[in-house]
């Protein structure tokens, strides 16, 4: 069964820094694309960044570009996203989802099979 926990959300003023981390088990981490996404109340879940198995490409909606860094640490079996110059619509529930490895997507959430539970991050004065 694979297992998938975030840690690193909490409260923190517009324009400050936060760093999310996603440790894996139940399969072979570096197998497999890894993604963040969040969902806000009233919203669907969105797609915020992936990485490919060898983290030597990455993608990003166009909402986080330039402000996020996603990275991973295959030894580690974790992914990291690194939220810098944070807005309060950043406010969100974030997932670590781990990809299904049967599409071609890397943004869809439905190309995806694991999830964590979710790590809150509010961005407010």
């Known amino acids: 069964q694979v297992q998938l926990c975030e840690s690193g959300g909490g409260l923190v003023q517009p324009g400050g820094p936060l760093r999310l981390s996603c440790a894996a088990s139940?399969?072979?981490?570096?197998?497999?694309?890894m993604g963040w996404f969040r969902q806000s109340p009233g919203n669907e879940r969105e797609f915020v960044a992936a990485?490919?198995?060898?983290?030597?490409?990455?993608y990003y909606a166009n909402s986080v570009k330039g402000r996020f860094t996603i990275s991973r640490d295959n030894a580690k079996s974790t992914v990291y996203l690194q939220m810098n110059s944070l807005k309060p619509e950043d406010t969100a529930v974030y997932y670590c989802?781990?990809?299904?490895?049967?599409?071609?997507?890397?943004?869809?959430?439905?190309?995806?099979?694991?999830w964590g539970q979710g790590t809150q991050v509010t961005v407010s004065s």
């Open positions: 989802e781990s990809h299904s490895g049967r599409g071609t997507s890397v943004v869809l959430k439905t190309e995806y099979d694991y």
């Open positions: 139940g399969r072979t981490f570096s197998s497999y694309v």
């Open positions: 990485i490919i198995r060898s983290g030597d490409s990455t």
